[in-house]
Each structure stands twice: as structure tokens, then as C-alpha cells.
């Protein structure tokens, strides 16, 4: 019987993040080794079509392959090797900064204990990211025994438990669910640097929100106008604050674009202290029964990274072809996940 238990790890780093798994595999090094290293054995066992470089892989070979239940391609090259004990090699190269990830060896008993670190310099989603390597990493572990993959936990499973062990400041994706009454709702969760009462500001000043949001008309209490001109698409909300608290942190409207023409989408932004001078920050945008809110996933997600960089000084410039090249790989992302299934 394989053995799914895998040790999982995160810290911030300056400017993104590191996440490390390790995991004992029953085989001797050389043998994971050379299924983490030989190409056709990538294929074989990840599930991928392979399109870099064919064996044997040096340093500087392309590491890059497309991940066959999706079109998603991740560009690399290998950037360190040291048989049987290392290989690392770039991933999403096309999407800067520059993401690296290792498989490092060491030799425990008759076995190897496998660690893989992947560190990034960009703000990503530890949860989905520590699933998606740990269904991977299965997938090597049942490859190598010849047998059929069988994991012990469904990818939503692992990624809800993941949340848990690695705590709020290592997610930042936003979840889709359907509520005790039927409608639907996308919801995000962000740890972001800073008291409550310095993030406030940026959810109700209109020069605050301009550098994140788009140009915004607000009128600070219930009844009051909150009007949206997006800075990402030719579209206006007009919306109509419901509840404004200051003292709580909290702000609810009525969300109305062409397509809902009546009251029942509401968006609210809740703030409450976190740790030591952070803030943790909940976005709820509540939709009609029935209504299928996945396209405010990679919006909203996009919309959160440029607060958080408003407010370190970089107002959010959305017309560059590297931003739309990561926003274009966050809508698959999103897209993938709606896939996973439970």
C-alpha cells in the first residue's frame, strides 16, 4: 500500500514565496532520480506531453512540457543538476518574475526521502499549488511502484486541508460555493501588511481606489452612490451602498451592472486586525441562484493583487503585455480548478 503522507511547508519571501514538500519514496535514489530526470519517464508518469530537450538533460536544457488535461504550457530549463541528488529547473518562465522549482534527494534507509521546493518571487496560492505538487508527486510514487494511482484525498480535499495546516497568509486564491439558500458566492481571503484603519481608506476614498480599482464616485453611507468605471474593461457599476462601518470596517453594496437588473447581487468587504499590525481581508460577492459567478474569480483575484500594490506605491497599470499575459494564465488557472472536481 503506498504511503500518501507528505510534509508540507510555506514562508513569504520578499517579494513572493517559497513551498516545500518532501515525501519518502520506497525506491533507492537512482531509480527516483531517473524518473525525475529522463524525459520520456516525465511524460510516462506526470501526465504530460513533453516539449523540451531529449535526455540526457544538462544544465541549461529546456525543461518544458504542456500538461495533457489542459492547455497550459509551462516553459523551462534546467538550472542545476547534480546526479542522483539534485535537479531544478525554471517553470511558466513566460510569466515573470522567475518561478524555480527543485527535487532534491536523500537517502533514507533502503529508500530516498524526495523534497521539492518550489520558490517564486511572484505572489501566488500555496494551498492550490502544495495539491497540485502532492497529486504529482502520488503520481511518481504509484508510477514507481506499478501501480494505479489511487490518492487518498481528492484535490479539493487536499487544497481545503492545505488551508488549514499552512494558515490564511499562504492562500490567495478566491472559492466559488453555493449557500444555504441557493445562491452563489465568490469568495477571497487576503493577509495584507497593514492595521485596519490604514486599509480602509482604499476601499472608500476615490483617489485611493483609482490607483486600484478604476475611477469610483462614493458617497460614504447607506443609500450613498458607489459607482465603478473599471480600470480593466469598458464597464460601470452602479452601485448603492447598503451598509457603511467605519468603526467595524465593514461595506456592503448593491452591485449592479447591464446584466443584473435587480437588487440581489451584493458585494461587501469586511476588515478585521490579524497577528501583529495585518489585516486580514475578505471580499463576498453574492450572486442570484443559479448563477454561475466563475468569470469574477480571475477579475477579483487581479483586482486584490493591485490594492495590495497601490498601497506599496505601484498604482495598478493593467495594459501591459505582462500583465495580461498572467491575468490570461490565472483565467486557466481558475478554469482548471472549476475542473478538479471534489
Known amino acids: 500500500m503506498l ?51 531529449p535526455a540526457p538533460l544538462t544544465v541549461g536544457s529546456s525543461f518544458s512540457y504542456t500538461f495533457g488535461d489542459s492547455d497550459m504550457p509551462s516553459v523551462g530549463r534546467v538550472t542545476a543538476l547534480d546526479p542522483p541528488r539534485l535537479i531544478e529547473h525554471t517553470w511558466f518562465e513566460t510569466v515573470p518574475p522567475l518561478t524555480t522549482v527543485r527535487w532534491s534527494l536523500e537517502p533514507d534507509g533502503d529508500g530516498c526521502v524526495l523534497t521539492l521546493t518550489q520558490a517564486t518571487g511572484r505572489r501566488d496560492d500555496a494551498a492550490r499549488n502544495g495539491a497540485g505538487w502532492s497529486m504529482i508527486m502520488g503520481r511518481l510514487d504509484a508510477w514507481l511502484a506499478e501501480k494505479a494511482f489511487e490518492p487518498g484525498e481528492s484535490w479539493r480535499q487536499l487544497r481545503d486541508r492545505l488551508e488549514t495546516e499552512l494558515g490564511p497568509e499562504a492562500v490567495r486564491d478566491g472559492q466559488r460555493s453555493v449557500l444555504s439558500d441557493g445562491r452563489t458566492a465568490v469568495r477571497f481571503k487576503r493577509v495584507i501588511h497593514a492595521p485596519p484603519a490604514e486599509v480602509w481608506p482604499w476601499l472608500v476614498e476615490p483617489a485611493k481606489l483609482k490607483d486600484w480599482l478604476g475611477d469610483v464616485e462614493v458617497e460614504p453611507r447607506a443609500g450613498g452612490a458607489y459607482r465603478i468605471r473599471f480600470a480593466m474593461a469598458p464597464i460601470v457599476m452602479e452601485g448603492t451602498i447598503t451598509e457603511i462601518d467605519p468603526a467595524r470596517h465593514h461595506l456592503a453594496m448593491i452591485w449592479r451592472e447591464p446584466w443584473f437588473t435587480n437588487d440581489d447581487v451584493i458585494l461587501e468587504f469586511d476588515l478585521e486586525a490579524y497577528g501583529d499590525g495585518a489585516t486580514l481581508f475578505t471580499l463576498t460577492h453574492t450572486f442570484p441562484p443559479g448563477y454561475d459567478p466563475h468569470d469574477y474569480l480571475a477579475g477579483w483575484h487581479e483586482f486584490l493583487d493591485a490594492v495590495e500594490d497601490a498601497m506599496a506605491g505601484k498604482p495598478f497599470v493593467w495594459d501591459t503585455p505582462e500583465r495580461k499575459r498572467e491575468y490570461e494564465i490565472r483565467e486557466k488557472t481558475y478554469k482548471a480548478i472549476a475542473g478538479a472536481g471534489d
Open 3 to 53: 504511503d500518501h503522507r507528505i510534509l508540507a511547508r510555506y514562508r513569504t519571501l520578499a517579494h513572493g514565496m517559497e513551498l516545500t514538500l518532501s515525501k519518502r519514496f520506497r525506491q533507492p535514489m537512482d531509480k527516483v532520480f531517473a524518473a525525475l530526470s529522463i524525459p520520456e519517464r516525465i511524460a510516462a508518469w506526470m501526465g504530460v506531453v513533453w516539449q523540451g530537450d
